[in-house]
């Protein structure tokens, strides 16, 4: 019965059963002998190693009663898990491809082509989740930012603070996992060293001292005549204050944009500018008796620009001329009216929309202008909601202007100016009393609109301000 076992060996058989039990291929190796009892076999399968593919076919079995030589055996395994450890440590540390993704600049609007690398909001080495902003690019009218497509760690920046970016431009690159990325501190390691490099030119400067004083000294022997008086500047030389007093810093995408706008403006419409006051008593009674009512209905405070922009709608019915606007040879009549309405914001000025304001009742323009008004000082407005308007409104009052006259806001035609309320003497029924009095002034395109237009527009603004039920009435 052995010998038949043995034969079946020689002739390569795959799997033997021992005392009835299931005795898998172990090593693939030239025939080798000594005696190796049961404790042996339990050992080399628990020495087994996985995942090894190489080691799946073998020709020889270990039984009980063989010869096999125990040394080379115990070599065979010892590479066998080398080469199990150097898989498994080359495992650990690689990362494919799909671990590092791009951040790119989004969309930023039809009429926008590229930008400025404003700010970084975040540094290499820094985690980020996904959608957290990591930089700003300023255009010409919003600031718009970066996100991270993904969580994980800022590897590197590939773009520059002031570089001109276009949509789709890689900005970073996130790492997924944080591999490979280096820490932020040595980079501050690294600004100390550059910082005491610049040390050595100092001797050199002391090396110009002197020869400065070398180059002075003829000049310091010449003898000076006492009585000379100094030499008087002449009209032609202007006194300059010193260098040092001064600060060159580039001007912002948006600023440019406004003074281009602006200088445009002046350049195409013949600007023309009337106006008129207007006695706020009605007005500021009318929101004095009603504006707690108003915030508990509708949870925005009674302010004077809905009283305006509806007094404006009602003057643009009445005027249409004034909300259309001259292209090329024709005149386009809007028969919509969509009122910008300028605000102040410490990147720049810029105008959000106010859509349909003749739809609109005094709580939801209220309501409009206000969600407009925070997105414009938090810089998350839209290019759409900035997009478009054919009337301006432009309130100086709440700044303390007195008086001004207003620029056209391209390609509108006309623009209205408000400013601060002042207590002044009136003669109201043959007695001087004192009035909430205001100025506003209408800027007109004077190549569309003529005088007597622009006059009855401003009349109109300053009867509907004075008297607000005319809006109940429609007189």
Same mark, same amino acid.
């Given at each position: 019965?052995?010998?038949?076992?043995?034969?079946?060996?020689?002739?390569?058989?795959?799997?033997?059963?021992?005392?009835?039990?299931?005795?898998?291929?172990?090593? /693939?190796?030239?025939?080798?002998?000594?005696?190796?009892?049961?404790?042996?076999?339990?050992?080399?399968?628990?020495?087994?190693?996985?995942?090894?593919?190489?080691? +799946?076919?073998?020709?020889?079995?270990?039984?009980?009663?063989?010869?096999?030589?125990?040394?080379?055996?115990?070599?065979?395994?010892?590479?066998?898990?080398?080469?199990?450890?150097?898989?498994?440590?080359?495992?650990?540390?690689?990362?494919?491809? @799909?671990?590092?993704?791009?951040?790119?600049?989004?969309?930023? @609007?039809?009429?926008?082509?590229?930008?400025?690398?404003?700010?970084?909001?975040?540094?290499?080495?820094?985690?980020?989740?996904?959608?957290?902003?990591?930089?700003? $690019?300023?255009?010409?009218?919003?600031?718009?930012?970066?996100?991270?497509?993904?969580? @994980?760690?800022?590897?590197?920046?590939?773009?520059?603070?002031?570089?001109?970016?276009?949509?789709?431009?890689?900005?970073?690159?996130?790492?997924?996992?944080?591999?490979?990325?280096?820490?932020?501190?040595?980079?501050?390691?690294?600004?100390?060293?550059?910082?005491?490099?610049?040390?050595?030119?100092?001797?050199?400067?002391?090396?110009?001292?002197?020869?400065?004083?070398?180059?002075?000294?003829?000049?310091?022997?010449?003898?000076?005549?006492?009585?000379?008086?100094?030499?008087?500047?002449?009209?032609?030389?202007?006194?300059?204050?010193?260098?040092?007093?001064?600060?060159?810093?580039?001007?912002?995408?948006?600023?440019?944009?406004?003074?281009?706008?602006?200088?445009?403006?002046?350049?195409?419409?013949?600007?023309?500018?009337?106006?008129?006051?207007?006695?706020?008593?009605?007005?500021?009674?009318?929101?004095?008796?009603?504006?707690?009512?108003?915030?508990?209905?509708?949870?925005?405070?009674? @302010?004077?620009?809905?009283?305006?922009?509806?007094?404006?709608? /009602?003057?643009?019915?009445?005027?249409?001329?004034?909300?259309?606007?001259?292209?090329?040879?024709?005149?386009?009549? +809007?028969?919509?009216?969509?009122?910008?309405?300028?605000?102040?914001?410490?990147?720049?000025?810029?105008?959000?929309?106010?859509?349909?304001?003749?739809?609109?009742?005094?709580?939801?323009?209220?309501?409009?202008?206000?969600?407009?008004?925070?997105?414009?000082?938090?810089?998350?407005?839209? $290019?759409?909601?900035?997009?478009?308007?054919?009337?301006?409104?432009?309130?100086?009052?709440?700044?303390?202007?007195?008086?001004?006259?207003?620029?056209?806001?391209?390609?509108?035609?006309? $623009?209205?100016?408000?400013?601060?309320?002042?207590? +002044?003497?009136?003669?109201?029924?043959?007695?001087?009393?004192?009035?909430?009095?205001?100025?506003?002034?209408?800027?007109?395109?004077?190549?569309?609109?003529?005088?007597?237009?622009?006059?009855?527009?401003?009349?109109?603004?300053?009867?509907?301000?004075?008297?607000?039920? +005319?809006?109940?009435?429609?007189?």
């Amino acid at each position: 019965m052995l010998g038949a076992l043995r034969r079946k060996v020689a002739i390569g058989g795959s799997s033997a059963s021992v005392s009835g039990k299931a005795i898998r291929p172990i090593i /693939s190796a030239s025939r080798v002998s000594v005696n190796v009892g049961e404790e042996v076999n339990s050992r080399i399968l628990l020495l087994q190693p996985r995942g090894i593919a190489h080691v +799946r076919n073998f020709s020889h079995l270990i039984l009980p009663g063989c010869s096999v030589g125990l040394a080379k055996t115990r070599d065979v395994f010892s590479s066998i898990q080398s080469e199990t450890i150097m898989q498994k440590s080359c495992r650990a540390f690689s990362s494919g491809d @799909g671990d590092l993704v791009d951040a790119v600049v989004p969309f930023m @609007g039809e009429s926008i082509s590229d930008g400025t690398l404003a700010t970084f909001l975040k540094k290499p080495g820094d985690s980020v989740a996904a959608d957290e902003p990591i930089a700003q $690019i300023e255009t010409d009218k919003v600031t718009i930012d970066v996100v991270s497509p993904q969580a @994980g760690v800022i590897q590197e920046y590939v773009a520059k603070e002031g570089d001109t970016v276009e949509a789709g431009a890689k900005i970073a690159v996130i790492s997924k996992s944080g591999v490979g990325v280096a820490p932020a501190a040595p980079a501050e390691k690294k600004s100390e060293k550059a910082a005491s490099k610049p040390s050595p030119p100092a001797e050199s400067v002391k090396e110009d001292k002197p020869k400065a004083k070398v180059e002075a000294s003829p000049a310091a022997e010449k003898p000076k005549p006492p009585s000379s008086p100094p030499p008087k500047r002449t009209a032609t030389e202007p006194v300059l204050p010193p260098k040092e007093r001064e600060r060159r810093v580039p001007m912002t995408r948006l600023r440019k944009r406004v003074a281009t706008r602006l200088k445009d403006s002046q350049n195409t419409f013949a600007m023309l500018t009337t106006f008129n006051e207007v006695d706020m008593t009605n007005l500021m009674k009318l929101r004095s008796d009603y504006k707690d009512a108003f915030v508990e209905k509708h949870g925005v405070k009674l @302010g004077f620009m809905s009283g305006f922009v509806n007094a404006a709608v /009602s003057a643009l019915q009445h005027q249409p001329i004034v909300n259309a606007v001259i292209d090329g040879d024709d005149i386009i009549y +809007r028969d919509y009216v969509d009122i910008s309405i300028a605000v102040g914001t410490p990147k720049g000025l810029v105008v959000p929309v106010v859509r349909d304001a003749d739809k609109m009742n005094f709580a939801e323009i209220e309501k409009t202008i206000n969600n407009l008004a925070k997105k414009a000082n938090d810089g998350t407005i839209s $290019i759409d909601e900035m997009a478009g308007g054919s009337f301006t409104i432009s309130n100086g009052g709440v700044y303390g202007s007195l008086l001004s006259t207003p620029i056209i806001n391209p390609p509108q035609s006309a $623009i209205l100016g408000m400013h601060s309320i002042v207590s +002044r003497p009136m003669v109201v029924g043959g007695n001087v009393v004192p009035r909430p009095m205001m100025y506003i002034a209408l800027t007109y395109d004077h190549r569309l609109i003529d005088g007597r237009e622009a006059v009855f527009f401003l009349r109109r603004i300053k009867d509907v301000v004075e008297d607000p039920r +005319r809006l109940l009435l429609d007189v």
